[in-house]
């Protein structure tokens, strides 16, 4: 169940705007619990994701740095919303709006993270398809991937600062406006 196998169709997919995909993991971001429509946009069943990466679902056209800003995030026990291309297990692939929490115990432990994921508004995916693109395009200018990664960050970052606006009200922002 190698993901690096499967080679994107270039063809998308959509799910009810009314409906949500979730999952959770644990601190390492393995699956530990998933909904029916996340397993129907995966196309993986969950006794196969059970136990798996959460980035068995991630799209290679998707910037590192977009997840490196994710993971960031939630690490400073923050929740996040995000603009994300996830890759179904047939190559197609799906956007989401997603919104990652961590997720405690009841003795108040941080033990993983919890993901609802809406179906995005589709003039702030074009944005989106645009910025991500040219992310991509500073990610691999740089041999060396975790340079390429924080290149882009830098430049996502910069355009935060030249807007005067933190990542949240960014996304915000484009919800908003569209």
Known sequence: MAQKDITPTGKEIFFPENEFIVSKTDLKGKITYTNILFEKMSGYSRDE??????????HPDMPHCIFKL????????????AYV???HRSGDHY????????TYDLMGNHVGYHSSRRSPNRKVVKQMQSYYRDLNNIERKHSNVKAGMQAALDSFNDLLKEKGTSYAEYIFSLNAAA
């Open 70 to 81: 994710l993971w960031d995030t939630l690490q400073q026990k923050k929740e996040i919303f």
């Open 95 to 102: 956007w989401v709006l997603a919104h990652v929490v961590p």
């Open 85 to 87: 291309m996830n890759m």
């Open 49 to 58: 994701i059970l136990g798996q990466p959460h980035n068995l679902i991630r």
